[in-house]
């Protein structure tokens, strides 16, 4: 099968590291232009020379900031064919008990994972409206579906949410030609971020979550980048308002 998606042009969150980054790597690999956005400057360094990658650093959580983002980035491709928002983590928070979380814990997850998914919807739909064909993937989780593995309350919401959001933009978009879909990624060691959460479980704990998954490995970046560029292709044109669990088969 093959995934042609030259012409096309892609804004990609969260995509100095991690599964962001793998996920701009794979729209690239299939002829995409990919404008690539991150709060974090320094790391969209490595991207900085690749052919086809124009990079952006903002702070996605304000609408202000994330409608300027996506308002240069019409401006200097053209038009932007669809949105990736890889943006989001649990900010460098580990589970802890509900009594020990604050205002600001809470807040500082919903921004990256939900809000930031929010504002650039808002901002790219219109351009996407514009053609008649669009493509939306949000990055949401297994824990978008039940409790989280890392225990974390604001990140379990967060991405219960943001399912929540897809399945709503995927009704309100599809009559303009834009599909609107999430990839729930089980766990992977992808940045900095969730591998203090493997550490923190143990020995123990992590061969209990690894004999737990059915091919009896963790997920790799590239796993979840192909099943996005797939949902990006015109080869998924009627698919829409789907949750796709990309999780080894967790049982």
Known sequence: MQLNLKSRIFAVTGAAQGIGAAIVQALVAEGATVAAIDIDADGLEQLQTQSGVSCYSADLGSPESAHAICK??????????????????????????????????????????????????????????????????????????????????????????????????????????????????????????TEKQWEA??????????????????????????AVTFLCSDRASWITGQILQVDGGHA
């Open 201 to 226: 479980f143990g020995p123990e704990r992590q061969a209990q979550i690894v004999n737990s998954i059915h091919t009896r490995r963790l997920g790799r970046s590239e796993d979840i980048a192909d």
């Open 72 to 193: 240069d980035i019409i401006e200097q491709h053209g038009h932007v064919d669809g949105l990736v928002t890889a943006a989001g983590g649990v900010r460098g928070q580990v589970g802890r008990p509900l009594e020990a979380i604050t205002p600001s814990d809470w807040q500082a997850i919903f921004a990256a994972n939900v809000d930031a998914a929010m504002w650039c919807a808002q901002g790219f739909a219109p351009a996407m409206k514009q053609r008649g064909w669009g493509r939306i993937v949000t990055i949401s989780s297994g824990a978008g579906l039940k409790p989280s593995l890392t225990g974390i309350q604001a990140y379990a919401s967060a991405k219960h949410a943001l399912v929540g959001l897809t399945r709503q933009l995927a009704l309100e978009l599809g009559p303009e030609g834009i599909t609107v879909n999430s990839v729930a990624p089980g766990f992977v060691l992808s940045n900095p971020s």
